[in-house]
């Protein structure tokens, strides 16, 4: 197996450090290559860069396995999927992991997520793709685990190519973890408004509002299943086509006429 990791809180993150480790411990590959931003680009979602070139550096000091090497690329997370995919380095990884994210990403968090934007690259490229955060910043071996586990039984799942897997797992220690709940997402409620400061010249900035809260937290649902002390797994469907309204649009435009 060749597997590509990545995510959106940088090469050097413990999140995804810690699956880099756990992967060489326990699953067997013939080349696992982190391409990963240089920085922190959170929130990035599936932006790429086309304006700027992009840069992947070695990292050799990171990894003293012949089989395995750490680059950082100055760009976001689907450029580093992207690359990584098409030449970048120079093969086919069979299956693309993102994360392990600090924080969240349920609900609507999706939507802005880079962590989740990484694997939904790697599965436009056509590979099986994971995104897996730690809803905390401690016990990053427990999602660790959990990803190890998903990816033996990923055979088991036959994923539709329209489809990615992401999981959020409880901030707990890998004993206290009740087991994982397959789940849809959940909602938030609308963001905090923006924090409204001044520059030292006198000039108003604005910082973005925190998330909002969970709306839509019922059994069920992601912030239910992490609440609860589960891993909560949700299959993730890339088409955004809103099928049951096309069909109600269809009887609209009977009657339109633009001409």
């Not at 000091?61 to 395995?68: E, F, I, Q």
């Not at 910082?207 to 809260?213: E, L, T």
Request: proline fraction near 6%.
């Amino acid at each position: 197996m060749k597997i590509l990791l990545s995510n959106d809180d940088g090469y050097f993150a413990p999140g995804i450090q810690t699956v880099f480790k756990m992967v060489k411990e326990n699953l067997q590959y013939t080349r696992l290559d982190i391409v990963a931003p240089e920085r922190n680009r959170s929130a990035a979602s599936n932006s790429l860069t086309l304006l700027e070139p992009l840069r992947m550096s070695l990292h050799s000091s990171l990894s003293d396995d012949p089989k395995s090497h750490v680059y950082s690329v100055n760009g976001t997370p689907t450029d580093c999927v992207h690359l990584g995919m098409n030449g970048g380095l120079g093969y086919q990884p069979d299956i693309v992991l993102s994360g392990i994210n600090a924080g969240a990403n349920m609900g609507d968090d999706v939507l802005y997520s880079g962590t989740v934007a990484a694997a939904t690259e790697g599965r436009f490229l056509g590979k099986p793709s994971i995104a897996i955060s730690l809803c905390g910043d401690q016990y990053f071996d427990t999602a660790a685990s959990v990803l190890l586990n998903i990816i033996n039984e990923l055979p088991k799942l036959s994923l539709t190519p329209d489809t990615i897997i992401n999981i959020n797992v409880p901030d707990i220690p890998l004993e206290q973890l009740k087991g994982i709940k397959v789940t849809r997402l959940g909602k938030r409620h609308i963001s905090e408004p923006v924090v409204k400061e001044t520059d030292p010249r006198g000039l108003p900035i604005f910082w973005i509002g925190p998330a909002g809260s969970a709306a839509d937290a019922g059994e069920g649902t992601d912030f239910y299943a992490v609440e609860q002390g589960y891993a909560s797994i949700t299959p993730l469907k890339i088409d955004l086509t809103h099928y049951e309204m096309m069909e109600r649009m269809h009887a609209w435009e009977k009657g339109l006429s633009i001409v």
